[in-house]
């Protein structure tokens, strides 16, 4: 079955250990999405890649980075991880058309961030 | 600044009542989609509706959009306890870029 797949599922790391998150799709969706979900609240959108093209929200800190090395694959990268980062990090794919708006997103299952 | 914003923030009801929950946003839309999350796991799309559509409806789901008053509103008929999640509605604000509402608890009681 198509789907988007996370890894890892939870992932532990020490305050300041650069951490990556990864994220891949067969779904061939040419939008990605990074969301970091803290509890009982909204995803917040970290930024997202439609194609190539990286788009990076204003309030997203620099600690957070992303790659996109082809369609199926995207990173997480924290360069430096604060217990302020500890998080659920949600990756989601979505086509769209370039003359087209926000359409409906296929969420992975979320990597469980922890921060010690 | 949240584009959608849910209310009741929790509910809480017996297993057979219907579960109805509405969500309010701020700027003009093309369409406005509903998702739902068990605890600890991804999104799951529910429903889209467009602006041009008033009423949409999905197996147990009903969707409203009132485009005037920049509201929408999820109805869940005969709940089951399965329905247990949080849900959230999320409209665009531009771009490909979805935000969301803070969402809906929802507990059903067996």
């Known amino acids: 079955d198509a789907m988007v797949i996370q890894n890892p599922r939870y992932q532990v790391t020490q305050f300041g250990k650069p951490v990556t998150l990864s994220c891949s799709q067969t779904?061939?969706?040419?939008?990605m999405y990074w969301y970091q979900q803290k509890s009982s609240q909204a995803p917040k959108l970290l930024f997202h890649y439609y194609d190539k093209d990286f788009n990076n929200e204003a309030d997203t800190p620099d600690n957070f980075q992303s790659r996109r090395p082809n369609t199926s694959f995207c990173f997480l990268d924290i360069r430096s991880p604060g217990l302020g980062d500890a998080a659920m990090y949600l990756c989601a794919t979505s086509r769209v058309k370039a003359s087209g708006g926000a359409n409906e997103q296929f969420f992975g299952p979320g990597t469980r961030l922890t921060v010690l | 600044s949240q584009q959608g914003e849910e209310d009741p923030q929790a509910l809480s009801i017996q297993e057979g009542e219907n579960a109805t929950m509405n969500c309010s946003y701020k700027?003009?839309?093309?369409?406005l989609q509903w998702y739902r999350q068990n605890s600890g796991r991804g999104l799951v799309h529910l429903i889209l509706?467009?602006?041009?559509?008033r009423e949409k409806h999905s197996g147990r789901l009903r969707v409203t959009l009132d485009t005037s008053k920049k509201s929408s509103s999820l109805l869940i008929t005969a709940s089951r306890a399965a329905d247990t999640a949080s849900y959230f509605c999320?409209?665009?604000?531009?771009?490909?870029?979805?935000?969301f509402g803070a969402g809906t608890r929802l507990f059903v009681k067996a």
């Open positions: 999320a409209a665009p604000t531009g771009g490909f870029k979805t935000i």
């Open positions: 779904l061939n969706h040419n939008v």
């Open positions: 700027t003009s839309i093309n369409n």
């Open positions: 509706i467009r602006s041009n559509e």
